[in-house]
Structure formats: structure tokens, C-alpha cells
């Protein structure tokens, strides 16, 4: 089992920046990629940008540019950031940490999310 706790979200005016973490914790050793995924309301969640155990990342268009993802020096994972610059009211969201498991099956966890809202 990982579990997974995110923090950093708030309140931000457009134009700020926030960094959001992901602290992992339990079977990490099985983690083969992470990433940031977020839900508006009354819309689906969607991708935001994932980092595999080999620094390899992918971001969503909408925050190419602006947001980045990194992960944690060392043999296992431990903390994944998300510093998101130039932020827009659009980016309003909850923000979950995930994690792609490989053992003794393959296997999502999620964290509980954190509430990023960008208004002025």
C-alpha cells in the first residue's frame, strides 16, 4: 500500500504562483510513475503532468510553460512538487496526488486533494 498526503493549495490571485507537495509514504519501493491530476466542478478530472521514476515528464497543454513538476533525489520516492507559476482563474481546482503502483499488482492510489482556487 502508498499513501499519498497533498498540501499547498489556497488561495492565489491570477498571475500568482503556488507550489503544491505530495509526501508519499508506505510501499514507495513500488512506484513506477506519479503526477498531479485536478477536478473543477461539475467537470471530469484531468491530467496535469506526470514525472516517471526516471525524471521523464508529460504536461497537459493548458499548463505547459507555467506549471512544473519534480520529484525527490534518491532511490525511492518520497516527495513530488508542482510549482505552478502564472496561474489563471481557470485553474481552479482540486488538485490530487497520484501514483502508479506496480506491486503486487498494478494499481492507482490517490491522495485526498487540495483546494487550489485563483481569484481576485
Known amino acids: 500500500q502508498v499513501q499519498l498526503m497533498e498540501s499547498g493549495g489556497g488561495l492565489v490571485q491570477p498571475g500568482g504562483s503556488l507550489e503544491l507537495s505530495c509526501r508519499a509514504s508506505g510501499s514507495v519501493f513500488s512506484i513506477t510513475a506519479m503526477g498531479w491530476y485536478r477536478q473543477a466542478p461539475g467537470k471530469q478530472r484531468e491530467l496535469v503532468a506526470t514525472?516517471?521514476?526516471?525524471?521523464?515528464?508529460?504536461?497537459a497543454d493548458f499548463v505547459k510553460g507555467r506549471f512544473t513538476i519534480s520529484r525527490e533525489d534518491g532511490e525511492n520516492w518520497k516527495n513530488l512538487n508542482l510549482q505552478m507559476n502564472s496561474l489563471k482563474p481557470e485553474d481552479t481546482a482540486v488538485y490530487y496526488c497520484n501514483a502508479q503502483g506496480s506491486y503486487p499488482s498494478p494499481r492507482d492510489y490517490w491522495g485526498q486533494g487540495t483546494q487550489v482556487t485563483v481569484s481576485s
Open positions: 514525472i516517471t521514476y526516471g525524471r521523464l515528464t508529460t504536461y
